[in-house]
């Protein structure tokens, strides 16, 4: 890109798809503000809406190789809509869940299982969202208890494939969830198959 010249979304996402750390900042400059209006415009709340478009951004950063842009604003502002959505569909179910579970002398134990599957319900959504391969490796060695030999074996890769799609979802849902104690609970799924 010249650099006297202000480079397209076009060329952005090309550089972008490249792992092109400086478009990802160009594009984060260009509409950041933006999305925030946006995202404030839907959900009323100003941390709320911060924590909405950093998740976009993150999303389009771990993503940037397998998306494929005409319309970058246009993408971004979807994302955005879509996420303040998926955040009051998850309060919801919070809700439904502490509905089910609630009892008139609710006990740290009750509390605690409330969470614990409010937490598994916020996994299971970064995990739908992950790469079709890093998804599956995560559900065959966390859901179903195989080893990595065992994974590698039953998709037809190599174990350090199946190790670095493993790697990537764990880094995945540390960045979109950002709890140390979610490992403790992935650690308990994997050591109860």
Known sequence: MNRYETPSD?????????????????????????????AYLH???KTMAEEI????FISLWNRRSELYIDNIN?????????????????QKRRDEIKEQVAA?????????QIYTRFL????NGVVEVLPEKCRLVFKLS?????????????????EKTAEAHLTK?????????NRPYIWVILLLKALMH
């Open 43 to 45: 959900c009323k709340d």
């Open 120 to 123: 598994q319900q916020q996994i």
């Open 53 to 56: 478009v950093q998740e976009v």
């Open 74 to 90: 246009a993408y971004l502002a979807t994302a955005v809509k879509l996420s303040v959505f998926k955040q009051y569909a998850r």
């Open 169 to 177: 979802a764990l880094k995945v849902l540390k960045l979109r969830l």
């Open 10 to 38: 076009a060329d952005l996402m090309l550089s972008l798809r490249e792992g092109d750390s400086c478009a990802f900042t160009e594009i984060y400059h260009r509409y950041w503000k933006q999305l925030l209006a946006v």
């Open 142 to 158: 966390r859901e179903e208890g195989l080893t990595i030999p065992e994974v590698a074996r039953s998709m037809g890769i190599a």
């Open 104 to 112: 008139p002398d609710i006990t740290t134990f009750d509390e605690e």
